[in-house]
């Protein structure tokens, strides 16, 4: 019978040493180099819909969103979710402004946009140029 033969417990540990020196270099470079500006994006909540100046905000896939969402519905509360990304925003009494940084999907897609509160309140962020590709489940028409 052959003897059991441990690792070489050096061997290992020289591995585990490079591997985290490899993911915290990576990590720092990510932090260090600066990355595309991020966009952004307000939305408001007016007269029972969302609104923002461009009916249609569409970004680069894989970009940073600075989202700014504010409840301008008198006397009605909004909340903003992102199915999606599973993104939701608490629940906003008029008046009220979340600020929230948003990662979009790095491929084309359509991120619809909900307020929980109100099934009629709808409105989408166009990521890419999706046509009909998928936009993670629901049907493009
Ligand atoms: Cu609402």
Known sequence: MTPFKPPNRRILRYLI???FIGVAGLLS???????????TLILTSEDMEFRSDDPEPRFPPGSRVHLIFR???RGIRHQLAIPALEMETPV??????IRRTLMLPGQDTIL???CPLHPMMSSRIIVGSPGTVSDFGRSTE
């Open 29 to 39: 470079l990510k932090v260090l180099l600066p990355g595309p500006e991020p966009h």
């Open 17 to 19: 040493v490079t591997l």
């Open 71 to 73: 409840n301008q519905d």
């Open 92 to 97: 906003l009494r008029s008046g009220e402004e």
């Open 112 to 114: 619809h946009i909900e």
